[in-house]
């Protein structure tokens, strides 16, 4: 039997990720397009549980990167704008 | 209101918007609605492949950001993408009664194609992968540097004992599968015939459990210390 190896910091980060305050995916997606496009068109800070969410639900995060790059144009934003919009949004609410 | 940036669409793709002459101009929220909440004709009929079109736009612009989506082939990315446009279609159609105008009708209408075509992309890759669900977690990585590695070992082998011990047999399989081997939530949940909601809530009950057993074990901050 080989000796067990130790999980990498990738993958223990993944599993102590802090889950609260609690938002399914469905209630996520339920609301995306109003979060996503206050932060692309406004600037807007985001609600703590979308922030933990998209930290914790690597779907829901590419999810929520791809609309806000989709619709940056409509918004006078590059993609790379949008990105950078949402990324600013996640780090702030999770200070 | 600005107009929609056309994006490069494969040639496949491409023709069916051609053929209808498509223009991305926006339509107000309540222009989109009337059209296509109003009676059979051809009103709706336009409004419905605008619809259409759009979500086939929104479908590209998913598959083309997955890295995945590259061993598929073009033929396979076109048959993704119209399959998650019908889908993300019918979905909109089906929930109009639902929206809200909190955002523009465009923008809630895209996520519905960036949903279908995320897990249909996903599906595909994975539909020649098994799944194992694993119990033991003691599974090596490259990527991280050894550095990385020897910073977190005590930590590591905290979480090994901490899923071992505090987990039940299937939180340990879930988390395993979804943080440790990587496996998206939707090929998990289709294997498990459960939903990606369902996942995410096991995911969050073993966290907590994990998260527990950790503090007890003097690796995290006591949750109940801290907030006093």
Same mark, same amino acid.
């Given at each position: ?95 | ?10 040639? *496949?793709?491409? %023709?069916? &918007?051609?053929?209808?002459? *498509? ?11 009337? @059209? ?38 073009? +033929? ?10 019908? &889908? ?24 519905? +194609? ?32 050894? &550095? +990385?590695?020897?910073?977190? @070992? ?20 879930? +988390? ?5 081997? &990587? ?22 009950? %073993? ?17 109940? @210390?801290?907030?006093?």
């Amino acid at each position: 039997m080989t000796e067990p190896t130790d999980l990498t910091p990738g993958a223990v980060r993944r599993l102590i990720a802090v889950t609260d305050p609690w938002l399914s995916c469905d209630d996520c997606f339920d609301f995306l397009d109003t979060v996503v496009e206050d932060v692309v068109a406004r600037g807007a800070t985001m609600d703590p549980r979308f922030v933990v969410h998209l930290n914790a639900c690597s779907v829901c995060s590419e999810e929520a990167a791809s609309l806000a790059t989709l619709i940056a144009p409509e918004h006078g934003l590059d993609p790379v704008q949008a990105q950078r919009a949402l990324e600013l949004a996640l780090a702030t609410g999770s200070q | 209101m600005a107009e929609i940036e056309p994006v490069v669409l494969s040639p *496949t793709v491409a %023709a069916g &918007e051609v053929a209808r002459g *498509t223009t991305w101009s926006t339509a107000s929220n309540e222009e989109w609605l009337n @059209r296509l909440t109003g009676m059979d004709g051809p009103v709706y009929d336009e409004a419905v492949g605008r619809l259409h079109d759009l979500m086939v736009r929104a479908a590209w612009h998913q598959v083309m950001r997955m890295s995945e989506a590259s061993g598929l082939g073009p +033929a396979r990315r076109d048959e993704v993408v119209l399959s998650a446009a019908d &889908e993300a279609t019918v979905s909109v159609l089906a929930r109009l009664d639902v929206f809200e105008g909190r955002s523009r009708f465009t923008t809630w209408a895209y996520k519905f +194609a960036i949903l279908h075509a995320g897990v249909e992309v996903r599906r595909a890759v994975w539909s020649h992968r098994e799944v194992d669900l694993h119990d033991v977690a003691d599974r090596t990585k490259v990527g991280d540097s050894p &550095e +990385a590695y020897a910073e977190t @070992r005590d930590l590591a082998r905290a979480v090994q004992r901490g899923i071992a011990e505090a987990l039940t047999p299937h939180q340990r399989r879930v +988390a395993l599968a979804l943080l440790v081997d &990587e496996v998206p939530i939707d090929v998990l949940a289709d294997r498990l015939g459960t939903t990606r909601n369902a996942l995410y809530k096991t995911l969050h009950d %073993a966290r907590k459990r994990l998260r527990a057993a950790l503090a007890e074990a003097g690796y995290l901050p006591d949750p109940r @210390r801290s907030n006093k």
